[in-house]
Structure formats: C-alpha cells, structure tokens
C-alpha cells in the first residue's frame, strides 16, 4: 500500500516571505514522488517530480522540493512567494512497479500582498 | 499538443439517472487514468486502462461504474442509477509508452446529483 501525508491543511505567507509544504510518504520500494497544483474549478497541473539522483529538484515557476529518504518526506518550497502562488497543492506517491497515484489531502497556500 | 480534455466540463442530474462522461487523452498516450476527487479531499485512483485493456479497477469503483477505452484512443466513464455520493469532479489523466512517469491531466468533470 502507499500513502501521503500532508500534515498542514492551510498555510498562509506574506508575499516575498518563503513558503514550505509539507508531504510524508509511505511505499514499498523506491517512490517516485509528484507534487501538483490546482487552481479552482481546474485540474491538476504538475510542478515537479522526483525519480532518482539529485535529492533537490527544481520544477516549475520556481518551486523546488527536497527528497529525503530517512524521513519519508518531499516538501515543497519556494524562496519567495507571490501572491499568484495562492493555490491547493497536492503531494503524490506511487511506486516504481506501479502507475496509479496515490495522493494527499491537500494543502491549500494563501500568500497575502 | 492540445492536452487532455474531458466533455462536460460540468453535469448536473437527478437521483438514479445515468451519466456519462468522456476523456480524450494526449493523442498517442497509450496509459489513461481516472480519478475521483471528492470535496476537501486528494484525488483517488478509479481505473486505468493500458491501450483498450483495462488493467486496473479500484474496489472505488462500484458495479455502477463502467468505463470502456474501445479503440484505445477516448475513454468514457459510465455511472449508472447516480447516487448523491456520487458528487465529485472526476478527472482524466494520460501518459505515455514506457514508463509512462508523468501522468498529465485533464481539466475534469465535475458531478452534481441532486
């Protein structure tokens, strides 16, 4: 079985502030981990993902995510948000030997001006 | 490069009617996913189907609930006799050959039963 955590349903941040999202995992194998954002009334656009090597990877409109295997954890993180950042992020996991994802509760990221 | 798209958009019906809804994936994507996302919730596997072989059905998926991929392009998802519980946006997703790691999605449908 596979699972994610997001432990913060909301986070809130000034605009220029940095922002950090947090995700546990649990998979058997070696994951390979997602994070997503949805805006409201839209699907899921993909941000960035983690597959092998480098545990820092860098995605899309400035996010990166740090991968770190003793702790189970894939947070996101942006040095400095906007206000356009405001969004729900959302943290998947599946395994190497599967397709399906399996997906956070969400986490939904205010950044006020 | 048009992306996934799925047709409605949006569907509102009454109690025990049924609908059914469509996705055409990134055209030559032989993998497509359905999801359900409820209210406050992460989106949870429903099925997938590689090229028209449906190789994957979560125990989600009711006997009310039907999808087909005919001629492995388009996929429809059927639900039969909709209850309320059924209210939820359901999303699409393709991938690729290969290992198909990306999955990119659809804008979704969302459902509303009365």
């Known amino acids: 079985a596979q699972s994610v955590a997001q432990p913060e349903d909301q986070v809130n941040v000034a605009e220029g502030n940095p922002l950090t999202v947090k995700c546990t995992y649990s998979?058997?194998?070696?994951?390979?981990l997602f994070w997503y954002v949805q805006y409201p009334n839209r699907g899921l656009q993909f941000l960035l993902k983690?597959?092998?090597?480098?545990?820092l990877v860098k995605g899309s409109y400035g996010f990166e995510a740090e991968f770190n295997k003793s702790q189970t954890s894939f947070h996101l993180k942006k040095p400095s948000a906007l206000v356009s950042d405001s969004a729900l992020y959302f943290c998947?996991?599946?395994?190497?030997?599967?397709?399906?994802?399996?997906f956070g509760a969400g986490t939904t990221v205010t950044v006020r001006a | 490069d048009t992306g996934v798209s799925q047709d409605p958009r949006h569907k509102i019906t009454k109690r025990g009617q049924n609908v059914t809804f469509r996705c055409d994936p990134i055209?030559?994507?032989?993998?497509l996913y359905w999801y359900r996302q409820t209210l406050g919730q992460g989106p949870e596997f429903l099925t997938y189907?590689?090229?028209?072989?449906?190789?994957?059905k979560s125990r989600l998926l009711s006997d009310r609930f039907s999808a087909e991929r005919p001629k492995g392009s388009f996929s429809t998802l059927e639900i039969q006799r909709t209850e309320q519980g059924d209210s939820a946006m359901y999303l699409c997703?393709?991938?690729?050959?290969?290992?198909?790691?990306?999955?990119?999605f659809g804008p979704g449908t969302r459902l509303l039963v009365l």
């Open positions: 983690y597959i092998t090597g480098d545990n």
């Open positions: 997703a393709s991938s690729s050959q290969g290992q198909g790691i990306d999955q990119y």
């Open positions: 055209s030559e994507h032989n993998r």
């Open positions: 998979v058997s194998g070696n994951p390979y």
């Open positions: 998947a996991v599946r395994a190497t030997n599967d397709y399906k994802l399996s």
């Open positions: 189907f590689q090229n028209e072989a449906q190789l994957e």
